[in-house]
């Protein structure tokens, strides 16, 4: 399990605006190839490879160059960790050559797609500020992490759970989502969604390692979609959605260790004693909104639930007593 710690955070590394999209530009943009001239200023890290009686530079840095082809690049086959990030790239085909990847940024360039052949090694991957339209052809049995955030993504397809079993991190926020079905993987334990459409959580109930779930900023208005198979869930971020009714956290009630919870913006923070009727409904939080719950919370969420409890019995027992005079 996580600590508390983790849930400080609003949205690990990513509740920053992503920044917009490129722009369609017009005009056809003048071609900018990566030659072998600008080669040697990007290599860096000296590196054994093979049998380690040879070395080579595995680190590739070209970001931010205007280049609009990388062909040159499939000739660097031991290279390890590139950046390719803020260019004009529509093609990185070439990449599939490098089958030593570690680590790939193909941030804020014109890519449609971030199909490549599977690369054996690739543990991280960021094809964040593009334009791509498909989860399709992420197939890299080693990845762990795959940030996909501010695209025009509109469906998540393709992410099979035999390949990508690795993958603990997925980033999908500000893109067109408008459901969350297609993310069956069993080993994810970080989901952020973020930014999008999305009107209703469904599809995630085989998440059964999933920790933290971000959906802040949609338009979720009902809870259901949580399931008791989502036993290691500790943090939901649920902020800037259109929940009114309280009632709808009695759906969360099947997650054993939710710890943490945000709920900030939305109409049912207007709902009297607010906070103690969220702690009434969900006992093991310890956290909401980003602030601890008291003891002294716990023992009023606890007073007003004996109470209503009370309540409850003695209006059964008024009914019964009711019945039987009928009867008789």
Known sequence: MSDGSDFDEDDVSGEQEEGEHLEENEEELPEKPLIQEMIPECL?????IGTGLAHAYVRLDCHQRDLTDIEHIKKFIHVRYIDISGNLLKDISSLNHLTHLLTLNTSKNNLTSAKLDALPYLQIADFSG???????????PQLEKLNLNSNQITQV?????????????LELRANRLQDTTGIDLPNLRELYLAGNGLKKIEGLENLVNLEKLHLR???????????ETMKKLQYVNLRSNTIANLKELN????????RALVLNENPCLEDDGYRIEVLIMLRRLERLDKEEYSDEDRAEAEDISEQRRQEELLKENEAEDDNEENDG
Do not use: A, W
């Not at 860096?44 to 054994?48: G, N, Q």
């Open 44 to 48: 860096s890290l000296l590196c054994k």
């Open 130 to 140: 593009n334009k791509i339209t498909s989860t399709e052809g992420i197939e890299h």
């Open 157 to 169: 397809t393709g992410l099979y759970p035999k390949i990508l079993s690795n993958l603990h991190r």
């Open 217 to 227: 900023d949609n338009q979720i208005e009902k809870l259901d979609g949580f399931s």
């Open 251 to 258: 759906k969360m009630v099947c997650l054993p260790i939710l």
